[in-house]
Structure formats: structure tokens, C-alpha cells
């Protein structure tokens, strides 16, 4: 049974706790109902093992009162006060409910000794965890928490229990199994080796250069704050020694700590500082201010008629509305910027203090609020950073928000393809390969100048999320000044996972950061530059895992979350995450852009549940979405492993949504035989793709169901919410706002419908099973290649290379509001057939996007394909963006009369086009006549840009 008590099955938490929790209590009524099963209590009371150790709650005491019980056969008062226990962690009624801490021989004395802040108070103070690593034995941790205890105040904002461990691995341990956890203060003189076997966490640390050689290290303390700064950054790490402190203090190593105490000085300090500590996190600036602000009488006479409510509670007519929503929200409406307020257009006040603090949080140097989603954060990252001609390396798969920006900026978008999945019509995620081929091929032209920008989405709506440090390395390696845009709009909540975070764009960049600032960075580089020789073959250095000049990189790293899509904020609540070292030089353009984009009138509460969705997740992000994926995990187990609904349904794992040849370590799924934390942290670190474990892709097909009708069904049938389709399948998401109740309602829900259909097919006979058999094949096996993009036509690209296939769309996009230089042709019908065989070419006048699967397949001044007819005749769907299904396909016309443009805007005559200058200062040509496309391609000058935009010459 030793195997069974390791204290590193990480993945088994907190969920797991709770259930071995209810097996003890089920063997224990067993017992108290006068079986002889004291053998199996026992045996479920070890099951329990050491984890205990690593929480507060129950503690010593009322684990000593349990075994009391199970030695002195007490089988009655053993399940009464594990039942107690139980239901207690289960409902964490033990954070604000003093008795819960009490042995029935307690008095309310105790009671009062255990939590004397909760007592005779009616607001609920929150309640956190300080684990204490020291040296010392069981008597000397029950004489610090009770000292501990001692300090506590009745003004005191929070409360909170010591968790005391006396080893390196055990506070290791703790920090990752209890998201209670909010604090740590190391005594030092603690062991480094645990009691309990744990060799998946010795493989762990061992991995970060750390192991039991370390244990007469005297700075084990320091080592050990860095480890657990490593895998849980937001915590509060306080160092108790008795050795010269200044010294510890001044240590680069210490700045892992927030502050370094003298071992023998008033410990009421150390409880100062903690909750101070606590208070920095849990102050939420413009969400405060706006409380405040909402108790005031104030008088408005500007125009928000529905500020302070009367217009609503006075009505005969909408009064139910005030009554749906409460008082507070009108009080708190308002377009004023004074006060107490701040300006989301130019935050000088608690809007700035509140994004300064998102920036700490999300580990970024800035962070902007987004009051109209992700959308339009994207929009402002484009205009901000891309100058028309520039061209930027763009994932075709993406967010039709990026096609727009570059429209809108007049990028000239350089498509690069994702790795088809086509038997469920999806596409994955872009390989490094094709990203370095395109960046190789603009230097070979001398081109790499006019590369601006990489362009991707991490994780892929499907859950592809990117090596991001080794993309952005491989990089900087062959253009030192790359900016970097990564679109993590469902992404943003793993920053709080350990295992997530280093591939997020701030902790892969962060990590880059560090890398540079190593002795060693600079002489890794050297002698991959002496083995490449003076010039490598392009394929030589495709084979290569590239090493970046360190004196050279620039970091500058652009991340666009949607906090409403992973965390408690409401919906259009988005972030742009920066750390770009050039940010100086872009600042002013990037205030332009947030004036062109956002509103004048932001809504105070969209800004209120971005300054509160940080708080929540600073203080118990890491436990949400430990949570999440617990969620995630738990759906995937009962899908594939239940009888009847793995015969129908599936939740594909990584052997099928990601080829083996990303897959170098061998990862299969989350739940796969010798699965660990080990073995995924490995994933993670070395595989070129691997999955969120939130994001569950439900094969439908093979139960007769395309995507769109099984989400109906769901909907309809079983409130049960889901978010994208495909052709044969359903994506649902775990997120920070399930419970376990959540998976038995879906779990109930597939159940039943595989019912259904067992009895459609007993009932039905071979007709039914023979029909069935033909839908999952015309579901699962017929279905239609995916379309790679094509090309742009010669048109849109006379400033193009000869390698590179960026094209100039925002001069086709505009070209398009020439209704007479415009034509339909219809999908299907012989002019369609005829153009495509002897043309002329049937160039796209707009995106033509169909959900599912969500991304263009056409693009403006794309040149329409075979491939890409023969895609759209096949799909089944509802719902096409930019198609008309009763005029056709609307194209630009490439012959006849002509009219011509400049920067993007249909002019009168083709002499109307004079020079003008760039928003860059280079000088914009007049734009060359194509005949009957009112927009065309305008030809990039060929003089240098200014110094200042920090391009790299090759």
C-alpha cells in the first residue's frame, strides 16, 4: 500500500481529498451499523496518508481525536465526526465556522481560542492558508500555530491557519496540492528530504536542479523560496533567520521574498507583514472606488439618464427591470471620470493603479483594459505596431479580428498554414517549420526588413497550444526585432497553473528574458554558430533548434486574453498584455490606437470585473484552475471509460488531435497508463504541440450527429451550454465556474441519448442499424479535404517577393466598395465549373468565413480555387459569413472599365492618385491602374524606413 500513500499524485487534488474523505465515511457508517469492517476503516483512514499533513484543516487535533476513536472502538463517534469532518471540507464551512475546529470534548472556549476573528461578526472574513516550513517536531508545530493564533486581532481583514511542515519536499508539496495556500514563511534549519515516498517530485525538482545533495546547503532557504516562486509566483514568501539578515537580503536570490525577518524579533511583525502581504492582493483600486462612489448622494445633470436608477425604480413601465438587476448597478452607472473615477482613455488614478497591478498578476510590464472584447484588442495591437506595406507572418486559421486589423492597418498578411485534422474538419496549430521557411525565405530576398510581425493564437480554439519560448527563440534567432502578437483569448487563466504557464507568451518571454541574463546564454549561442559554419543551407537550419544572439534580441511580446472567456469577468472584458522592451517608441501610437478603438463611454462595470477577476485570481486562481482541469479530466475519464457511452462517444486525446511527429515525448492523454505530472511537465516542455486540458473535443459522429445538431440537442433538450462545432464533433470547455455537479448532469445527459439510440436500433432492426452505419460514414469518413490557401491574384501583389505569398488585401477589401468593378457567381452552376477551368481567375471580394469551422476560406483578393468550390459544396452548415447563398460568390472583377485608389480609398479617376506620404514619412506612390478593380495594389518604396522603427537589415 505504499505506493498508494506517495504525496505527489498531483493530480489527484483537491477532488480526490474529498472522495477518499466520503469512502472513509461510508465504511464508517458500515461499521457503526455493527459490521465487522474496523480493518477497512482503517485501511481508508491510511488511504487518507499524509496529504492531511499538507492542510490546516483538520489538523493535528481532530486527526489524533479520529485515530482515538478507531483504537478505542468507538465506531459510532468515529463516524459521527468523520461524517463532520467530510461534509465540512466538502462545504469549507471550516473557513468561517469556528465549532467546525472543535473535538466533541471541546468547549466553546476553544472555539474562540481556534478562530476568535469569525466570532460575533456577521461579514465573513476571508480565510487563507500560511504554510511554515521549520525545523522541529509535532510539539513545536502545535506551539507555533497557537502562537500564531495569539496575534490575531478583531480588526484583522482576514484570517488564516498554519500549515507547518518540516522539510524542503513536503513545503514543496504543500504549495502545489493546498490552493489554500496563500502565504509561506520559512524558519530556517528545516530538513530538505520528506518522510513519505515521493519519486515523481524528486523527478520534478530534480528537473530544476535540485535534489538531496542540497541538504547542508546553507542557503537551502533561498533555494527552496525560488522553487516554490517557480510554480506558484502570486504567493507571499517571508524569511525567518538568525544569521546576519541584511546579508540574505542584499542576495539576488532573495528577490523571491518579500521580506526577510530577524528569527528572534516580535513575531507580531511576521503577522503584520503577512496580512499586508495579503491586503496588496486583495485591494481591487477601481472596483473600491466605484463602492464608494455608488453610497454618495450625488446630483447628475450629464447624459446617462440611468445612473442612480430613478428613471427606472419611479417607472409604472420598466420597473422590473431595477428589480431584475438591484439598486447597486444604477447607483454605480456613470459617465463621469472624476470623483473617485478615473478615465479608461487616459488612466491617471485607479484605473492605471488597477492595470499596474493586472501587470504584476499576469506577469506583463503593462496591461491595458479592453471594455469590447478581445476583438478590438487585437485591432489596436495592429494599428499600433503595423505600418501599411508591412508584412506580418499570419496563421490563416485565425480570429477573423486579425484578418480586419491587417485590413484596417494595411498589413500585408504572409498566410502560413496550420497541420490539418480532416477527419474531423479541423485544423490544429502552425509548425515552427513553416514559420522559419517564411522568415528564411524574406531574408533570402532581402526582404526580412519589411517582416514585422509573428501572428499566432495560443491555445487554437481545439486546444493547440505552441512551444511558445522555443517559436519565439527559433525566431529571434533569424530576425532579432520580431514582434511577437499571441492571441490567448481562451488562454488567459493559465498563467495560474505551473504546468500551463511556460507556455503562455509573458512566462515563455519572461523565461527568454532570464535565459539572455544568464553567463552561459551568450556561449551556447557562440557554439551553435561555430557548428552551423559561416553559412548554413536553409534546410540545415530548419533542422536545427536555432539559439538567438542574446546581444541582439530585442524581447518585445504582445498577449491579448479575453478575461470574460476564462475567468470572472463579464462579457466584452478583455486585456492586452505587453512586454515589449521598444514600448517607448510605440507608446504614442499605441495611445492612437486605443482612441481609435475604444469607446468614450466605457461601462464602469466591464472595468470593475476586470480590476475584481484579477483579485480573485491573485488570491485562488491557482485552485480554480486546478479545478478546471480536475473538471476536465473527470469528463474525459467517464466519456471514454463508460460502458455504454464510449460505444458512441469519444473526447479525443493527444494521439489524435496531435501527429506523433509533434509529439517527440511520446505523450498519448492525460489519463493514458503511467501518466504523471512528471511525464506531462516533460509534454510540455519538450513537444512541439500539446493540449489544454480544459478544452474537450466530443466526437458526435460516430453517434450519427453532426456538430450543429448535437449542440441543439444539448441545448435544447438538456440546458446543457456548449461552445463550437465541427463537422462531427462538439468542443466543450471546462472553466474556473464548473462543479462536479456539472459533469453528472452532461454524464446523465450522453447516457440517455446512447439509450435512445439502443433502443432506436433493437426497435428499428437492420434498417436502423444500416442507416445508422450510413450517417457515421458520411459523418466520420466522407468528408471534404480542408482548403489551404490559395494565392493572392497578381494584382494585389506588385509588391510582393518571389517567395514570400504576402499580398496587399486591403487594397481588395476596399476595391470591393465599387459595386460596378464587383460580380456574383453562383456556387453551384456551369459558370462557376467554366471560370474555374478557363477563367478568368475568380478573385474573392471578401472573407467568406462558415461556422463551423470558423476561420475564412476566402479572403479579399484571394484567388479562388477547385479546392476551395469543392470545400463549400460540401458543407452542410447554416450559418457562411460573406456568402450569399441566392447571388453566389461575390467577386472583383478583373477586366473592363477601370477606376483606381490610394491608401486603400476608391478615388474618381486613376488621375486622382497622387504621391502621398505614409503615416511611416516614406512616400506612397499612386496606385498603378488594374483594369476593373477599384482598389489596386499600391507598390511599397523602396527607401529605407526611419532607425527609430528598430528593423533589422539582412
Known sequence: MASDHRIDHFFSMPAARADRWRDLVATARSWAAGKPVAGEVEAALDELGPMEDFHAFPGGRLMSALRDRLRGGDATGFSDLARRLSLAIATRSFKSDPSEWDTPSDGAETAAELLPSVLGRTAKRPYFEMLLVAPGDGTRDAHRIAEMRRLRRPEDRFVYEVVPVGSFEDAF?????????????????FAYASRHPAPILRDVLSNMGLDESMADDPDLALALANAIKHVRPELDIYLLSDRRVEMLAGDPRASALRRVLYAVEEPL???????????????????????????????????LPIARGKSVFKSDWIRDMGEFYGINLFLAESSATTGGLDSLLEPTGN????????ARAFGADRVFFVTNGTSTSNKMVHQALIAPGDIVILDRNCHKSHHYGLVLAGGQPLYVEAFPMTEYSMYGAVPLSTIKKALLAARDEGRLDRVKMLDLTNCTFDGHIYNVRRVMEECLAIKPDLVFLWDEAWFGFARFSPILRPRTAMGAAQAIEDWIREPGSQEAYARQQIELGPNPSVEKLLATRLIPDPSKVRIRVYQTNSTHKSMSALRQGSMVLVKDVEFHTVEAQFKEAVFTHASTSPNQQLIAALDVARRQMELEGYGLVLNAIEIALAIRREVNAHPVISKYFKVLGADAMVPAEYRKSGFTDFLADKTTWATQIKSMHEDEFCLDPTRLTLVCGTAGFDGTQFKALLTDRYNIQLNKTSRNSVLLQSNINNTRSDIAHLIRALLEICEGIEDQLAEGGDGARQALAARVKALMTDVPDLPNFSHFHAAYRKDAGKLTPEGDMRSAFYGAYDMAGTEYVPLIGPECDRRLKE????????????????????????????????FMRKLDVKEIHGYEKARGLKLIKMA??????????????????TAAKRPNGRTERPAKVIPVVAAAATPRAKARRPAARNRTTH
Open 896 to 913: 473592363g472599365a477601370t477606376r483606381s485608389a490610394t491608401a486603400g480609398k476608391p478615388a474618381a479617376t486613376p488621375k486622382s492618385a
Open 839 to 870: 477563367g478568368p481567375d475568380m478573385v474573392s471580394a471578401n472573407f467568406v468565413i462558415p461556422y463551423p469551422p470558423g476561420f475564412p476560406i476566402m479572403v479579399p483578393g484571394q484567388v479562388i480555387t477547385k479546392e476551395t468550390i469543392d
Open 269 to 303: 511583525e511576521l503577522h503584520l507583514s503577512i496580512l499586508e502581504g495579503i491586503d496588496d492582493r486583495f485591494v481591487s483600486p477601481f472596483f473600491d472606488n466605484l463602492k464608494k462612489y455608488a453610497q454618495r448622494p450625488i446630483s447628475t445633470f450629464h447624459a
Open 173 to 189: 508539496c504543500a504549495a502545489i496540492i493546498n490552493p489554500d495556500i496563500n502565504a509561506v514563511t520559512i524558519v530556517e534549519g
Open 351 to 358: 484605473i492605471k493603479r488597477a492595470q499596474d497591478m493586472a
